[in-house]
């Protein structure tokens, strides 16, 4: 395996490496009112915050940033946008169409938004694999593609020649193909939304975090430098909501370790054996995944590569949403499993690794919705690794929430999810690391 020998930046993740220097939003410094005060900077709380101004363009939105946007998971994600709800089943036609229809339309929002504020985002949007390494899985997906076909949802089956074609994996027996599947650059794409945000009225606090929340009729939030009353807030923290004491026993923040190359040609690229996709994952459960950038006038681009192994994901007592210690391990895990998969890369350097968080529920289904004596606390979170999608698509549900108009959501499995218990550290710590290292799986129970 190659070593890592030039520069880089064990913090920053492969989407920030190339943009131009950023300077974000002043921190709240003062006692302010709101309608609707959005907690995180994410996708979530950026999508939430976009629908919200542009259907109620007369209510006060205020969004707080602990640091600047795409700072957690949207900003350190493997770029996949992907269709599904993970952790459920696609046994009744009609359910799996439904769900698949409801994720593509929130991946035709990102694509829209895109067009409408002209963006540039980084979005490709030419399909994503699903790679089976077993010969019995993939003849069992086979029969899948056949099935999900006639219940209308158009993804097929490639062969191992098939694939090859498209994606050169070493080992793979087939995969299945979702032409409307993309990637995404996160940081680029919500760095370019808060100057639409603020021209919608939207007031962005960056360098903001809430360290406390006092529910009521008006909601008090706390901050280092001033307090939002707000008269309906949302959460929009996903991995760090339970800092704030919400969703302590239905969250883990569980660390995927990732790594980036350097920026190489497409024809380079089609050498390797990738041609014409977005990005893939594999059929394990610890699931390795990749995407393909495109950052060059001669479509010259960067893989972006994590998991493959336990060692490419971790839990921290506590909870910790920061990876703290060394990672060496994790990155030469997913190294490792880079160069297996594409041996033709080998001469190609990794130039950036770094650390995201991902909110994992136990059921993997994650949850949108509305609680709180008052009504009045709102939250999407626990997306388990589809978050680029759904938390996207999260802005539009809980603007219907709060609006009074979300009847056209209470059919999915999210809307108002209970998430299933987590028992807290130290028996979590000792169960995630005991339960992993005898199974090399992650500990998932089924709703």
Request: proline letters at 5%; glycine letters at 10%.
């Amino acid at each position: 395996m190659a070593a890592f020998t030039v520069d880089i930046d064990e913090c920053r993740s492969a989407w920030t490496d190339d943009k131009p220097h950023y300077r974000p939003e002043p921190a709240l410094a003062s006692a302010i009112e709101a309608d609707v005060a959005i907690v995180g900077g994410g996708f979530t709380g950026v999508s939430t915050a976009l629908h919200l101004a542009r259907r109620f363009p007369e209510r006060r939105v205020a969004l707080l940033e602990a640091r600047q946007l795409a700072n957690g998971a949207s900003g350190r994600n493997g770029g996949m946008v992907l269709n599904w709800v993970n952790g459920v089943e696609h046994d009744d036609p009609a359910r799996a169409r439904r769900i698949y229809d409801v994720t593509r339309s929130g991946i035709d929002l990102i694509e829209d938004t895109i067009a409408r504020y002209h963006l540039a985002a980084g979005f490709r949007r030419d399909g994503c694999l699903e790679v089976f390494t077993d010969p019995a899985r993939a003849a069992a997906a086979a029969t899948q593609a056949e099935w999900l076909q006639a219940a209308g949802i158009p993804i097929r089956f490639l062969d191992s020649a098939e694939l090859a074609a498209t994606l050169r994996i070493e080992g793979a027996a087939g995969a299945l193909f979702d032409p409307h599947a993309a990637q995404l650059d996160g940081v680029a794409y919500l760095r370019a939304l808060r100057p639409v945000l603020q021209a919608l009225g939207v007031t962005v606090y960056e360098d903001t975090p809430v360290l406390s929340v006092r529910e009521g009729a008006e909601c008090r939030l706390a901050t280092p430098g001033g307090e939002v009353r707000a008269k309906a807030i949302v959460l929009a923290t996903n991995a760090y909501t339970p800092r704030l004491g919400y969703f302590t026993g239905g969250i883990l923040p569980l660390h995927s370790h990732v790594i980036a190359t350097e920026p190489v040609s497409a024809a380079r690229w089609a050498e390797v054996g990738w041609r014409g996709v977005a990005g893939f994952s594999d059929d394990l459960d610890r699931i390795a995944y990749a995407s393909l950038t495109r950052s060059g006038p001669d479509g010259a681009g960067r893989l972006v590569f994590g998991g493959g192994s336990n060692a490419s994901y971790g839990y921290q007592y506590g909870g910790k949403t920061t990876w703290a210690g060394p990672a060496d391990t994790g990155f030469a895990a997913v190294e490792a499993r880079m160069r297996r998969y594409l041996p033709g890369a080998a001469d190609i350097r990794v130039t950036s690794r770094w650390t995201g968080p991902v909110a994992v529920t136990l059921s993997r289904v994650c949850t949108m919705g509305v609680r709180g004596e008052h009504r009045n606390v709102y939250f999407a979170l626990g997306y388990s690794g589809h978050g680029v999608t759904l938390a996207n698509l999260a802005g539009r549900v809980l603007t219907d929430i709060y609006s009074g108009d979300d009847v056209g959501w209470r059919d999915l499995p999210f809307y108002q999810q209970r998430l299933l218990w987590i028992p807290p550290d130290p028996m979590r710590w000792m169960g995630y690391h005991a339960y992993t290292s005898m199974t090399g799986r992650s500990p998932r129970r089924r709703l």
